[in-house]
């Protein structure tokens, strides 16, 4: 079994038990179990993409998920498709309470992990949506139930009852969680929608102008309360602090991307969107700078630089819900 980015993944093959059909663990159930947790296995790598924003942790639950989807006996389960997403949730609930001790002690800013995507998960204006750098932003913001709940409900679609299962809590309880969620995220994401066209073109005005150092030309498509983060991890140079103000960025930016050049700097699809890939010396990744537009300027640039967080940049990832 392979994983997202198509490296070959451990499977549990061995049996417990003498029955051969498809709910016992013998051979047949064994395959089963191995077909079901395929077939699914994009849509497990999304959700709990979304709910950690790190691919790395994500790719861990999912072999947790497998782990524990291996010894269940399928002919007690009705929905494997809800099963699976909720064993995953709770492994991803589990990682996400150790994730936030970890980010306390996190050297500079922590950003999410970057997926080089194919240009048809922009086609899902949802899903695009959901995995964009400054929703996962947005949705670090909410305490981990409260992410759990608006992933599955406003992402995925999930029933209330489907959902109650997966965090342990009641419907009703879901319900209040999810408008509570949901009104949080409503005011704080991006104010204005920009078409594919548009993104591509500032992207392209502002490729032009980090390279060639053209400090008008970026503040033209810098909002005036523009903030740039950076993420080193400690390991390479990045801003330590957030920049903010399109004057400041503006000056940074020149001075910094402009060294560059062009030729090291590509445009690409990550997490569903437009952004730049600076390349190093090797021809490996260097940084990922996404961006957030609102209203058709740029209100947001995240520059990840880690090594960990960019090791899914050398193959596109799949996306499904």
Do not use: C
């Not at 947790?37 to 994500?58: I, K, P, Q, W």
């Not at 001790?101 to 950003?111: C, F, H, I, P, Q």
């Not at 408008?179 to 066209?197: E, L, Q």
């Not at 810098?222 to 390991?235: I, Q, T, Y």
């Amino acid at each position: 079994m392979n994983d997202t980015n198509g490296r070959e993944q451990p499977v549990k093959s061995g049996t417990t038990g003498g029955r051969g059909t498809t709910g016992g663990r013998g051979t047949t159930g064994t395959d089963a179990a191995t077909e079901t947790f395929v077939a699914h296995r994009n849509l497990l790598f999304t959700v709990a993409y979304e709910m950690l924003g790190s691919a790395a942790d994500a790719e861990d639950v999912l072999q947790e998920t497998w782990l524990r989807w291996a010894g269940v006996d399928l002919d007690a389960v009705r929905d494997r498709r809800a099963y699976l997403v909720r064993i995953t949730t709770r492994q991803a609930l589990g990682r996400l309470r150790t994730l936030g001790r970890r980010k306390e002690s996190y050297v500079g800013n922590w950003l999410p992990a970057p997926l080089l995507t194919a240009p048809d998960v922009a086609e899902d204006v949802e899903l695009a949506d959901s995995v964009s750098m400054a929703m996962l932003l947005v949705m670090e913001t909410l305490a981990p139930t409260e992410r759990a709940v608006f992933v599955l409900r406003e992402v995925f679609d999930l029933g209330y009852e489907e959902i109650a299962e997966a965090v342990d809590k009641s419907a009703a309880a879901v319900r209040q969680i999810a408008h509570r969620a949901r009104a949080h995220v409503a005011a704080r994401r991006p104010r204005g929608a920009v078409s594919p066209a548009e993104t591509r073109d500032a992207l392209d005005a502002f490729r032009r102008a980090v390279t060639t150092g053209d400090l008008q030309g970026l503040l033209d498509i810098l909002a005036p309360d523009v903030v740039l983060v950076g993420d080193g991890g400690g390991v390479r140079q990045a801003v330590l602090h957030p920049v903010s103000g399109a004057e400041k960025v503006g000056r940074l930016l020149a001075a910094g991307l402009g060294r560059v050049g062009a030729a090291s700097m590509r445009a690409a699809y990550v997490n569903g969107h437009p952004a730049l890939v600076v390349s190093d010396g090797d021809g490996g990744v260097d940084t990922v700078v996404a961006l957030r537009f609102d209203d058709g300027l740029i209100s947001g640039l995240y520059a990840v630089r880690n090594p960990e967080k960019l090791s899914h940049m050398g193959r596109e990832t799949v996306l499904r819900r």
